[in-house]
């Protein structure tokens, strides 16, 4: 009650539609809040890319300055509105099956000092707009770890190492993992990583932004 309250102020607060959701300027905007000026500057992801670990992963928006502006508004400013101009562009291919969509979670401490997960806020719009289930029972961070951004990519990968735990009950399931921001991949992959130690059938990912990818010979797609 208490979180759906809270989410409720921030949202009274930060209202939709009155401002660009990008750029922060009075403007005409689009029925998800943008202005013409930023919308010219936003870049679909438009694509779905094979990762290790995954069995599918897609993104919807090139983490770019106007993208990066919401996201930013999102996961620091307590701006939750962000959701449903973030969420319009996350189009899931069609042809993924999976029983259920489960956020990347915040390790409890992270998550109580923010408010709110902002991956969760992402998740609950997806699965609204796709009318699916959303589970945030399955995964847990068990691990609170520094901030990503202040590290390599190498560095990222050692810092998730045995972070996240996954329930058994994952167990032959398909899974539809939900981030904020895929920058090198890290926190994707120890996510998975939990998921089919637990022997998840499937993993598929999906991000809100992506970083740019670059194909190499083998086919893959790497950050």
Same mark, same amino acid.
């Given at each position: 009650?208490?979180?759906?309250?809270?989410?409720?102020?921030?949202?009274?607060?930060?209202?939709?539609?009155?401002?660009?959701?990008?750029?922060?300027?009075?403007?005409?905007?689009?029925?998800?809040?943008?202005?013409?000026?930023?919308?010219?500057?936003?870049?679909?992801?438009?694509?779905?890319?094979?990762?290790?670990?995954?069995?599918?992963?897609?993104?919807?928006?090139?983490?770019?300055?106007?993208?990066?502006?919401?996201?930013?508004?999102?996961?620091?400013?307590?701006?939750?509105?962000?959701?449903?101009?973030?969420?319009?562009?996350?189009?899931?291919?069609?042809?993924?099956?999976?029983?259920?969509?489960?956020?990347?979670?915040?390790?409890?401490?992270?998550?109580?000092?923010?408010?709110?997960?902002?991956?969760?806020?992402?998740?609950?719009?997806?699965?609204?707009?796709?009318?699916?289930?959303?589970?945030?029972?399955?995964?847990?961070?068990?691990?609170?770890?520094?901030?990503? /951004? +202040? #590290?390599? %990519?190498?560095?990222? !990968?050692?810092?998730?190492? $045995? @972070?996240? &735990?996954?329930?058994?009950?994952?167990?032959?399931?398909?899974?539809?993992?939900?981030?904020?921001?895929?920058?090198?991949? /890290? +926190? #994707?992959? %120890?996510?998975?990583? !939990?998921?089919?130690?637990? $022997? @998840?059938? &499937?993993?598929?990912?999906?991000?809100?932004?992506?970083?740019?990818?670059?194909?190499?010979?083998?086919?893959?797609?790497?950050?």
């Amino acid at each position: 009650m208490f979180k759906g309250a809270y989410e409720n102020m921030l949202d009274f607060v930060f209202p939709q539609h009155l401002v660009c959701h990008t750029c922060g300027r009075e403007a005409a905007v689009n029925d998800y809040g943008i202005c013409s000026n930023c919308e010219d500057k936003l870049m679909p992801y438009n694509r779905e890319i094979k990762v290790p670990g995954f069995d599918g992963f897609t993104a919807g928006l090139i983490y770019n300055e106007q993208s990066r502006n919401s996201i930013h508004a999102l996961k620091f400013g307590g701006a939750l509105y962000q959701k449903e101009f973030l969420v319009h562009f996350m189009k899931i291919p069609e042809d993924w099956s999976f029983d259920c969509v489960v956020p990347v979670p915040l390790h409890k401490k992270r998550e109580k000092e923010r408010g709110y997960n902002q991956s969760a806020v992402l998740a609950k719009e997806l699965c609204k707009r796709y009318n699916l289930v959303m589970r945030e029972d399955l995964l847990v961070k068990i691990r609170n770890t520094p901030k990503q /951004s +202040t #590290l390599g %990519a190498e560095e990222r !990968a050692k810092n998730l190492r $045995g @972070a996240y &735990a996954a329930s058994s009950e994952c167990r032959g399931m398909s899974i539809l993992l939900v981030d904020d921001v895929r920058t090198t991949g /890290s +926190t #994707l992959k %120890a996510c998975a990583v !939990a998921f089919r130690r637990e $022997g @998840a059938a &499937a993993v598929y990912g999906i991000a809100a932004c992506c970083t740019m990818t670059e194909r190499i010979s083998d086919g893959w797609y790497y950050l």
